[in-house]
């Protein structure tokens, strides 16, 4: 024991336990008892306010982070980078069997093609057809409208009732027919054309093997018109070479290209 009544492992105890006391309030010669009072107030001080600041914003951060949390899951899909339907190039357009869906043409927008006036079109794609039968009558070739403007009613009747006759599936009359809502039919830029001096081709494959045929596929984009389902097509339909639409315009060529995706074909020229 030294003098101080502490043994050399109790003062070794002591001074490692003072290692534990904040320097400010240590004993030390030079500091009076009111001086290291007041520097263990300050100190208590000091430390309350740490504590009290750190609660304060921890509780700010708190409120801020759960309310962003519910903003994300209330907002709208396209708020929070979720992508919602879309309707340009960026999303795929709306189907039904393979079949995209159109607008019908009002009848304030119709004109006759045929002599009896029963088959219409859309007045610019009716003029643009006429056109085109004097082109090809100056060529020799007869073309003849078999089908115009049907609208969605006529349509479902050709839909399920056909279909129903044929015992064909939805899929199976799908290959054949669009379904109501979904043929280029009541857009009034469709038609159907067969051939004046071959009748018993009319909406057959074998059309393809006639005069008007062979000169449609020559002259027809000079008038605005394609094939609408060549062989092959992407959409799955049967081949269908009496069926052609207009896209001279920007109405027409926006009712059916717009959203597919569809890249431009190179020609080479």
Excluded: C
Excluded at 19 to 35: E, G, L, N
Excluded at 145 to 159: D, M
Excluded at 252 to 265: C, I, Q
């Amino acid at each position: 024991m030294n003098k101080a009544g502490f043994s050399e492992d109790s003062h070794e105890s002591f001074d490692n336990l003072s290692d534990d006391i904040p320097v400010a309030v240590r004993d030390t010669p030079s500091i009076t008892p009111k001086q290291k009072l007041q520097r263990l107030i300050l100190l208590v001080g000091g430390i309350s306010a740490f504590v009290v600041l750190a609660l304060v914003s921890g509780f700010v951060f708190f409120i801020t982070t759960n309310k962003n949390t519910v903003e994300s899951q209330t907002a709208p899909a396209s708020s929070v980078g979720t992508p919602g339907p879309t309707v340009g190039n960026s999303a795929a357009p709306e189907t039904v069997l393979n079949h995209f869906a159109y607008q019908e043409a009002p009848e304030s927008e119709l004109a006759p093609i045929s002599n009896d006036g029963r088959i219409r079109m859309r007045k610019t794609a009716a003029q643009k057809y006429l056109e085109m039968v004097q082109a090809a009558r100056s060529a020799g070739v007869i073309l003849v409208p078999i089908s115009g403007f049907r609208s969605v009613k006529e349509q479902e009747q050709l839909f399920f009732a056909v279909g129903a006759q044929r015992n064909q599936t939805p899929a199976q009359r799908a290959a054949l027919s669009a379904p109501p809502g979904h043929s280029e039919h009541h857009t009034g830029y469709a038609v159907d054309i067969g051939d004046g001096a071959a009748p018993s081709t009319n909406l057959q494959a074998i059309f393809e093997q006639t005069k008007a045929f062979a000169w449609l596929q020559g002259n027809a984009a000079r008038f605005g018109f394609e094939l609408s389902f060549p062989k092959d097509n992407v959409q799955g339909v049967s081949y269908e070479p009496w069926h052609w639409r207009f896209v001279g315009d920007r109405d027409s060529l926006e009712t059916f290209y717009k959203a597919r995706n569809l890249k431009p074909v190179k020609t080479g020229q």
